[in-house]
């Protein structure tokens, strides 16, 4: 078992294990609780580790690359969510405001 990438949050680990195992690559994370109880251990422990198999290394690590040089293109592997129909049914249940902030969510970009 080898460590292919260190993220700083599990929300950012999930994605990228969610692509690798796109990508037919399966892989591990670890320290994610720990993260998760104490966040401010984050720095100290290295963050949470995405780890594969050693026969997955090279494949895991241009996978990794390629998931990056998305990221920095501008488009996102994640697809945008519409929350019209959401912000619909909350309005109906709760009042209007829910309409204002129902525009669109979209997944943030990270580096």
Same mark, same amino acid.
């Not at 709760?94 to 997944?107: E, K, N, Q, T």
């Given at each position: 078992? &080898?460590?292919? =990438? #260190?993220?700083?949050t599990?929300?950012?680990?999930? *994605? $990228? #294990?969610?692509? &690798?195992?796109?990508?037919? !690559?399966?892989? %591990?994370? %670890?320290?994610e %609780?720990? !993260?998760?109880?104490?966040?401010? *251990?984050?720095? =100290?422990?290295?963050? +949470? @580790?995405? +780890? +594969? @198999?050693?026969?997955?290394?090279?494949d =895991? &690590?241009?996978?990794?690359? @390629?998931?990056?040089?998305? *990221? #920095?293109?501008?488009?996102? /592997?994640?697809?945008?969510i @519409? =929350?019209?129909?959401i912000a619909?049914? $909350?309005?109906? $249940?709760?009042?209007? /405001? %829910? $309409?204002?902030?129902?525009r669109r969510?979209?997944?943030?970009?990270?580096?």
């Amino acid at each position: 078992m &080898l460590t292919v =990438a #260190r993220l700083e949050t599990p929300e950012e680990a999930h *994605l $990228l #294990r969610n692509y &690798l195992e796109a990508e037919g !690559i399966t892989a %591990f994370l %670890f320290d994610e %609780f720990t !993260i998760q109880v104490a966040w401010y *251990l984050s720095n =100290a422990i290295g963050g +949470v @580790r995405i +780890v +594969v @198999r050693e026969g997955d290394c090279q494949d =895991a &690590l241009s996978a990794i690359s @390629r998931y990056n040089e998305t *990221l #920095r293109s501008g488009s996102s /592997p994640i697809t945008e969510i @519409r =929350a019209w129909p959401i912000a619909a049914i $909350l309005s109906v $249940l709760f009042g209007v /405001p %829910f $309409l204002l902030f129902g525009r669109r969510i979209v997944a943030e970009e990270y580096q």
